[in-house]
């Protein structure tokens, strides 16, 4: 007997009247795993620079440390999602965390050693736990009721605002916890994230119970439930199939791409403009409290409004972000504002994409489907950012705003298309 057809018999039967139940023990465990995993990401990442710099030697090699994270985050997003379609989400965010907590501590060992390639190495392992906090959002969905996918998704996302906020205060400590012990100080932050990753690797291996995809699948229908119907092609198939998943994907990338590369860049114009290391962790903060604290708002504005409003608005806010992130000209208020703008928008586009993509495909291919997102929307933001590097040596931060707004035209003309295409079909019948 396949193994699969094992792990299935594991999830049922399922009693229905015990889904509410299940459902609220299955966000308060991806909560309390986010929660965990966003400290342990935000806390190694906050000396990741640092750390590459002394390690490499190099300045200008410094920014392949991040760099590196993110390309581990991309590359292990499908190897990811394959599991998580044979075998459930449980043994995928295991994994993921697991792969993470020994990149955290390839990177002290290469930290100890003075190994700059063994340093990539375990930051592109380390990336492994973002794909695991990536993809809490989508098993937040999978029980959801339809009209409350979004807000369920966005409930798991708002829980990152504590460890991204938590994470870079405690990275201090970390690295004068590890001085006695022959470790560089800045690679501390990544012995602490170890240790994390391996309490939320345990965590969700106890708590979450039943598997919410297996229990997912196991309440759709007989016909949805053989392996066929749920190959890594089958899910890129049917991405390709629907319009308004290729409108998902296609919102998660272009809104993550414009954000990374106006957010990268922002501290480089601050400082610029006289602004000192006080003034630009505050914008940051103000930033990164727009991407997360406000996404339960987003996630019921979806809900109620609809998926393409949510996307709607996406564009709008970071189309005003980039033009009043890119005039401001040294005006720090504006900048600030900006800044925050960008992580609404980013909130409203990745909530609302990420449910409509849930919306859009097979309960069968959803988690390949998913995988596909989170693949890439790390690779173009990947793009984005090594571009906006460019940009700015040879042009100025406002050509790199002016791009970004640019790079969103696309994505509302498909909007707007896509609106279209669905009031003629239900006209038509």
């Known amino acids: 007997m396949p193994a699969v057809t094992a792990v299935e018999r594991s999830a049922t039967p399922v009693d229905v009247a015990a889904i509410p139940a299940l459902r609220r023990r299955t966000s ?11 400290l342990g990401v935000a806390t190694g990442i906050a000396l990741a620079v640092v750390l590459a710099e002394e390690v490499s030697g190099a300045e200008s090699l410094s920014g392949l440390a991040p760099t590196a994270t993110v390309v581990g985050t991309a590359v292990l997003s499908m190897p990811l999602a394959a599991l998580m379609t044979a075998r459930g989400r449980r043994p995928g965010l295991v994994l993921a965390y697991l792969i993470g907590a020994l990149g955290a501590g390839v990177v002290v060992v290469a930290a100890t050693v003075g190994s700059f390639p063994l340093l990539l190495a375990g930051m592109a392992m380390f990336g492994a736990a973002s794909s695991a906090n990536l993809q809490a959002r989508f098993a937040a969905a999978d029980l959801a009721e339809p009209d409350r996918r979004a807000r369920a998704i966005s409930n798991v996302v708002w829980a990152t605002t504590i460890g991204a906020v938590l994470g870079p205060n405690i990275a201090a400590p970390a690295g004068r916890s590890v001085t006695g012990l022959g470790i560089p100080a800045a690679a501390g932050p990544f012995l602490w994230a170890a240790g994390v990753f391996v ?25 949805q439930r053989s392996p066929q119907a749920r190959s890594l092609r089958a899910g890129v198939g049917a991405v390709a199939a629907s319009p308004r998943a290729r409108l998902a994907l296609g919102t998660v990338a272009v809104c993550h791409t414009a954000m990374v590369s106006i957010m990268s860049m922002t501290p480089i114009e601050l400082d610029h403009h006289g602004a000192g290391i006080d003034l630009i962790g505050f914008v940051i903060s103000c930033h990164i409290a727009g991407m997360y604290a406000f996404s339960p708002l987003m996630g019921r504005l979806s809900d109620r409004l609809g998926r393409l409003s949510g996307i709607g608005l996406a564009v709008g806010l970071l189309v005003c972000a980039a033009l009043l992130a890119g005039t401001a000209d040294g005006h720090h208020v504006q900048t600030t504002v900006g800044l925050f703008l960008l992580g609404l928008g980013w909130s409203a586009g990745m909530v609302a994409g990420s449910a409509l993509l849930t919306d859009s495909v097979p309960q069968p291919v959803r988690a390949a489907a998913q995988g596909l997102s989170d693949l890439l929307m790390n690779a173009a933001a990947g793009i984005g950012g090594a571009a ?23 994505l509302a003309a498909l909007m707007v298309l896509t609106g279209r295409g669905r009031r003629t079909v239900a006209a038509g019948s």
């Open 28 to 38: 308060a465990v991806l909560i309390a795993s986010q929660i965990l995993g966003g």
């Open 199 to 223: 309490v939320s690797a345990v965590l969700v291996a106890v708590l979450l119970r039943p598997d919410p995809l297996l229990t997912a699948r196991a309440l759709s229908p007989a016909e």
């Open 388 to 410: 906006a590097g460019l940009v700015i040596a040879r042009a100025s931060y406002g050509w790199l705003n002016l791009l970004a707004a640019c790079l969103l035209l696309p």
